[in-house]
């Protein structure tokens, strides 16, 4: 499968931004789908994600203002991202899994990455 993250770009603090994440050459809803960001000097971490019976998992650093969601008709998955801070500024990935080995949270598992698509917020 081949992802293709988008709808990043330059807002404001408490703005909001929705991110797509478009598969092509698979079907979105037999994958683990997962969310990523690595910021400025920082190493890349977890976001959220959305597994084959589309449970969703949020990081607590972002629940309760990210929402992850899947729309199976356009292959594809969303990141809605609500009250956006300065501190999540950082270039954000999407990722895929058939099989989920670690926790869910780990990088490890996805073996289908996405270009990225940066998001920059201003304060």
């Known amino acids: 499968v081949q992802l293709q993250a988008s709808g990043g770009g330059l807002v404001g603090a408490g703005d909001s931004l929705r991110l797509s994440c478009a598969a092509s050459?698979?079907?979105?809803?037999?994958?683990?789908v997962a969310w990523f960001r690595q910021g400025p000097g920082q190493e890349r971490s977890y976001v959220a994600s959305?597994?084959?019976?589309?449970?969703?998992y949020v990081a607590e650093s972002v629940k309760g203002r990210f929402t992850i969601s899947r729309d199976n008709a356009k292959n594809t998955v969303y990141l809605q991202m609500n009250n956006l801070k300065p501190e999540d500024t950082a270039v954000y990935y999407c990722?895929?899994?058939?099989?989920?080995?670690?926790?869910?949270?780990?990088?490890?598992?996805?073996?289908?990455w996405g270009p990225g698509t940066l998001v920059t917020v201003s304060s």
């Open positions: 990722a895929a899994a058939r099989v989920l080995t670690y926790d869910i949270y780990s990088g490890r598992n996805y073996n289908y």
């Open positions: 050459g698979g079907t979105v809803s037999r994958y683990a």
């Open positions: 959305i597994n084959w019976n589309n449970m969703p």
